[in-house]
């Protein structure tokens, strides 16, 4: 299943990775094989069985509107890159402009 | 002034759901006003190894709203992972459901300048909220309290046909979400928002167009709703008439709303569903809502307000207006039911008491304010003015007295010797010595100046110490001055 380089291109900027003509050039190519070998699953006969939603044996998993208490700011903070807080809050890049 | 084409709407309606913790953790779901960042866990903050687990109070409200929705609720539903990148989605996917929601093909009945609409409910599901941030010049600061509180997204048929269509349909949902006590669906806390999807449709060269539509996101107030829709509405007609954009586009846009510029402005031009790659959460196992469950939470659901409204109409005899009123505060609808099941008057008595300065000392009393006294008073002081012992104009006296002093109102009137006088002959001899004293205004009245019985009516209170009752009063008056003429 050959896939072509504006799949590739946007697959990329969905994902947020910047990726050079070369490296557009030889995902390319990787990203069909890797497909192929997915594409042969479409060769099970799968008419008998039923479809699922999920492989566990397991349903209604659930639990009580119990609230507790989590990590608190300054532990989950701790977690923030450096130049990633600001007081008691993660700072980021801005990403959506108004154009 | 009618426009050139139609608006077609459909919202899709996005509550926080009341419950006490998050939809996937523990973490208290009560974010507004809590310090930043202060409710969080492993799971809403999306670290590595943090496992999800379904919050069943939050199951149950979003399966009422559906059911108050006349939703149909499927045998299976799961969760799936709705995937984009952006700061206030720290696992870089939201939990959401794609292919099987929790509630599907429901119904809202609306009341329209137009008479009564159904709106289609296509689907009703469950999903997590994100963070909230805060912009500066180039960066943004992000809190995670409210991420992972319930969510439930209502998404309507484009079935309504103007923005204060779009408005009365999202009042609608929130007092019925609101009754069945889903939600709080506080608009000032962001607790709704709204994402309305708006597109214009015309006749041009005999053919009908439907270009694609705008999908105006995160509108948060009725006024929002109100001035967005008819300048994106304009907006795709003048750019259809100009040959612009809307002229080659064959997918949707995606736009926002600034109320300071007070337009919109492109967010993304494209947006494919594939591109949210969706895929079962293989964290969650599958949920097969029980027919029980089903059965216990439609048994529960409240009467909801549009058919209380008809119930009051139809039951008590009010004006629309009047069950309009009521309806519109549950805990006042509530308090007149049982005040009429107190009394044996006409339902309509008791209405105008609680619709009028009920109502009103509730509003000077200010939010979360209930009545002072039980409703057996209020039907206790309605009997007082239907049997005559009391005038209206005392009963107001006397209903405020009950407000400040909570004192019964027989009590309220005997202390403070409001009872009306409606003994015939006490009056007729009020009447006969207002009458011989004041012979010009009777001379006139006769003359055809109608305006001197009031003076005659107020001399005769005057002398009752102001406790005759007011009819009696204006009969013995107009018999009295017949008789004089008939002798004469
Ligand atoms: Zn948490």
Known sequence: MPIDRRTVVHAADLARIALTDAEVERFTGQLSVVLDAVARLAEVDTSAIPPSASTLPLRNVERDDEPRPGLGAEEALANAPRGGRDGEFFRVQEVLQER | ?488
């Open chain 2, 1 to 488: 002034m009618s426009l050139p084409y139609e608006t077609v709407i459909g919202v899709e309606t996005h509550v926080e759901l009341a419950t006490r913790s998050k939809m996937f953790c523990p973490c208290s779901a009560t974010w507004f006003g809590a310090p930043a960042n202060s409710l969080v866990c492993p799971v809403c903050l999306g670290l590595p190894g943090a496992l999800p687990v379904p919050n069943r109070r939050a199951i149950e409200l979003a399966m009422t709203a559906g059911l108050a929705l006349h939703c149909e609720v499927p045998a299976h539903t799961k969760f799936d992972r709705k995937n984009y990148l952006y700061p206030d989605l720290p696992k870089g996917y939201q939990i959401s459901q794609y292919d099987l929601p929790l509630n599907v093909s429901g119904w809202l009945a609306l009341d329209t300048p137009d008479g009564p609409k159904r709106v289609r409910i296509r689907r009703a599901h469950l999903e997590e909220d994100t963070a909230t941030s805060k912009h500066g010049e180039g960066y943004a600061l992000i809190d995670f309290n409210r991420s992972g509180v319930p969510l439930l997204e209502i998404v309507s048929e484009p079935d309504l046909r103007s923005a204060d269509e779009a408005v009365a349909y999202v009042q609608a949902l929130r007092e019925i979400l609101v009754f069945a006590g889903v939600s709080e669906m506080r608009l000032e806390e962001g607790a709704g928002r709204f994402d309305v999807n708006v597109s214009i449709r015309f006749t041009e060269d005999g053919e009908v167009r439907w270009p694609p539509q705008s999908e105006i996101k995160n509108l948060n107030s009725y006024a929002a709703i109100r001035e967005a829709v008819p300048h994106e509405a304009e907006r795709l007609w003048r750019s259809w008439r100009d040959g612009g954009e809307l002229r080659m586009r064959t997918g949707k846009i995606t736009v926002g709303w600034s109320p300071e510029r007070r337009e919109t402005f492109l967010q993304r031009s494209k947006e494919e569903v594939e591109d949210y790659r969706y895929f079962p959460d293989p964290d969650l196992v599958s949920f097969t809502p029980s027919r029980e469950t089903v059965e216990r939470l439609r048994a529960s659901l409240p009467e909801l307000p549009g058919d209380r409204r008809a119930r009051f109409a139809r039951v008590y005899a009010l004006s629309d207006y009047d069950a309009r009123v009521l309806v519109a505060d549950r805990a006042l609808a509530d308090y007149f039911e049982a005040a009429v099941k107190a009394s044996t008057r006409d339902p309509k008595q008791i209405a105008n008491w609680v619709t009028g300065e009920v109502r009103r000392r509730m509003k000077d009393a200010g939010d979360g304010a209930g009545v002072p006294f039980p409703p057996e008073q209020l039907a206790a002081l309605v009997e007082l003015v239907a049997s005559g012992e009391v005038s209206g104009s005392a009963a107001k006296e006397v209903f405020g007295d009950m407000w400040t002093t909570r004192r019964p109102p027989s009590e309220i009137v005997r202390a403070k010797g409001l009872t009306q006088v409606s003994d015939e002959g006490a009056i007729a001899a009020a009447v006969d010595a207002v009458l011989a004293e004041n012979a010009k205004a009777v001379a006139d009245y006769r003359a055809g100046n109608a305006r001197a019985l009031g003076a005659l009516v107020g001399q005769v209170r005057k002398r009752t110490g102001g406790k005759a009752n007011l009819s009696v009063v204006n009969r013995v008056l107009a018999e009295r001055i017949a008789r004089g003429e008939a002798t004469r």
